[in-house]
């Protein structure tokens, strides 16, 4: 299967794994515009359809809503379950005909998922509902229980949260702490002294420090966004 999507797209990046877990990992990490998933992904437990509960799972993370999903399977039960409940692409039954696995990849991947980064994220801030594009955040900052997202624009005061429960929240790999208590999108970062510790960002005259303990950690993040 990894080797007839490589024919249609050479280009492509493909994870190829065993288990819903591991493909779980790489979805949240990535941004993925095709999933092509086996019902059973556990033939050694009677009855297993992990793979369904793995589709469905999908369709309830905002950017994997409309994403294509190809589903493999032998298994007639599951076809109205999952073209009701999950929206499938299309089935491909086992054995399959590579000619029609191609066809069907090639027709599938021209739909792109929407890129985490114009993604909005929604803070609660007195009674009222603001909205931030994420791809407009320059840093996050937590101070005297308070969470400071600023952008070029303004500097919004919000509830606290931890920086932990924001970088899940944010789900997006430009987002990194550099310190204790802050976050910066990398798509922001003009220089890095890493001898002084600090960060000049774009667009903005505050400068971020790089907590020691993480400054290892945060030059590989530089390094890796120069490749």
């Known amino acids: 299967m990894e080797e007839?999507?490589?024919q249609v797209q050479p280009d492509a990046?493909?994870?190829?794994?065993?288990?819903?877990?591991?493909?779980?990992?790489?979805?949240?990490?990535?941004?993925?515009?095709?999933?092509?998933?086996?019902?059973i992904l556990h033939p050694e437990t009677m009855g297993d359809q992990?793979?369904?509960?793995?589709?469905?799972?999908?369709?309830?993370?905002?950017?994997?809503?409309?994403?294509?999903?190809?589903?493999i399977t032998s298994l007639y039960d599951p076809k109205i379950y999952m073209y009701s409940a999950v929206h499938c692409y299309r089935f491909i039954e086992k054995p399959f005909d590579a000619k029609k696995v191609r066809e069907t990849i090639q027709e599938a991947i021209k739909y792109r998922t929407v890129d985490e980064k114009k993604r909005n994220i929604i803070f609660h801030v007195d009674g009222?509902?603001?909205?931030?594009?994420?791809?407009?955040?320059?840093?996050?900052?937590?101070?005297?229980?308070k969470l400071y997202i600023k952008t070029a624009e303004e500097c919004l005061c919000v509830p606290y949260k931890s920086c932990k429960s924001m970088l899940e929240e944010l789900d997006n790999?430009?987002?990194?702490?550099?310190?204790?208590?802050?976050?910066?999108?990398?798509?922001y970062?003009?220089?890095?002294?890493?001898?002084?510790?600090?960060?000049?960002?774009?667009?903005?005259?505050?400068?971020?420090?790089?907590?020691?303990?993480?400054?290892?950690?945060?030059?590989?993040?530089?390094l890796e966004t120069r490749k």
């Open 4 to 6: 007839l999507v490589k």
């Open 13 to 39: 990046d493909v994870y190829a794994v065993s288990g819903e877990d591991e493909a779980y990992a790489i979805a949240m990490k990535r941004t993925i515009d095709l999933f092509l998933v086996d019902i």
């Open 50 to 71: 992990s793979g369904a509960d793995f589709a469905q799972n999908l369709r309830t993370i905002e950017k994997y809503l409309f994403t294509p999903i190809i589903v």
């Open 128 to 145: 009222l509902l603001q909205m931030v594009a994420v791809d407009e955040i320059i840093y996050i900052e937590s101070r005297k229980h």
């Open 173 to 187: 790999d430009n987002f990194v702490k550099c310190n204790r208590g802050t976050i910066v999108n990398m798509s």
């Open 189 to 222: 970062v003009k220089k890095v002294d890493s001898v002084n510790r600090f960060i000049y960002l774009k667009g903005i005259q505050d400068v971020l420090e790089i907590g020691p303990i993480m400054k290892k950690a945060f030059m590989d993040k530089v």
